[in-house]
């Protein structure tokens, strides 16, 4: 059983940067960071794997980084150039592989409470 914990959402400006952590219990072979803003159903983020190969969505590629500690039980999100449609609740996960791939959209089956992230304009 794995568990997880978010931390390190607040508020920040257009174009600012903000660093999420989450702290995991247990192995997992996939961790990823997901987002649901007010109104919108919940999607994925950034996905990495034990080998630290990573999956981004489209919306946020070139913008977040995502990385893990695997010493320190940790997995990273750093986002840059932020802007106000990147506000949302973002959520942390830990599971398999799906097809051999850590996928954005499913192998996922243990979630954090979530860590809020507010972008102003």
């Known amino acids: 059983h794995v568990q997880v914990a978010e931390s390190g959402g607040g508020s920040v400006q257009s174009g600012g940067s903000l660093t999420l952590s989450c702290e995991y219990t247990?192995?997992?072979?996939?961790l990823g960071w997901f987002r649901q803003a007010p109104g919108k159903e919940r999607e994925g983020v950034a996905t990495?794997?034990?080998?630290?190969?990573?999956t981004y969505a489209d919306s946020v590629n070139g913008r977040f980084t995502i990385s893990r500690d695997n010493a320190k039980n940790t997995v990273y999100l750093h986002m840059s150039s932020l802007k106000p449609e990147d506000t949302a609740m973002y959520y942390c996960?830990?599971?398999?592989?799906?097809?051999?791939?850590?996928?954005?959209?499913?192998?996922?089956?243990?979630w954090g409470n979530g860590t809020l992230v507010t972008v102003s304009s």
């Open positions: 247990g192995r997992s072979d996939c």
């Open positions: 990495i794997d034990t080998d630290s190969s990573t």
């Open positions: 996960a830990a599971g398999g592989r799906y097809g051999g791939t850590c996928l954005l959209q499913y192998g996922m089956e243990y």
